[in-house]
């Protein structure tokens, strides 16, 4: 039986990853290969080209592996598996709260580094701002009692 064709957001996962790849072959010191590659990730040399000609859908297995070697996200080259993954994690040892948990992530996973500083110290004002005003509230609260 032929294998089923891949869905454009897989193709374009394939692109992506095959990007990252590059990229990272561009940061090595060492000559990577995709044998090597494949040796690294536990996988079969197969099995790298085909995940990065498109001639395999990836899995979350083989994205969340590509992720960790390249030191990127699996939202780097795939949003769909991104999102099971994220869906899965919720019923793991991090649950968010809410689904604005998951966009608040995929946001800031899109945001350049010097965006995501700036994002990151926004937060932490907000919060640091919070706690003073409830520690205020509650000081206010006790020498009224």
Request: a negative charge.
């Amino acid at each position: 039986m032929p294998a089923k064709p891949l869905t454009p957001e897989q193709k374009n996962a394939s692109k992506r990853l095959r990007h990252a790849f590059d990229d990272y072959k561009r940061r090595s010191v060492d000559k990577i290969s995709q044998e090597s590659l494949a040796d690294e990730l536990g996988i079969g040399q197969s099995a790298v080209s085909q995940y990065l000609l498109g001639k395999i859908p990836l899995n979350k297995d083989a994205a969340v592996k590509f992720a960790g070697k390249f030191e990127c996200r699996v939202s780097d080259f795939s949003f769909e598996l991104q999102r099971e993954i994220d869906e899965l994690a919720k019923f793991a040892s991090w649950s968010p709260q809410d689904e604005n948990m998951l966009d608040l992530l995929d946001c800031y996973r899109l945001l350049e580094e010097k965006y995501r500083e700036m994002l990151l110290n926004i937060a932490k004002d907000l919060v640091s701002n919070t706690h003073d005003e409830n520690v205020d509230k509650s000081r206010k609260k006790s020498v009224e009692a």
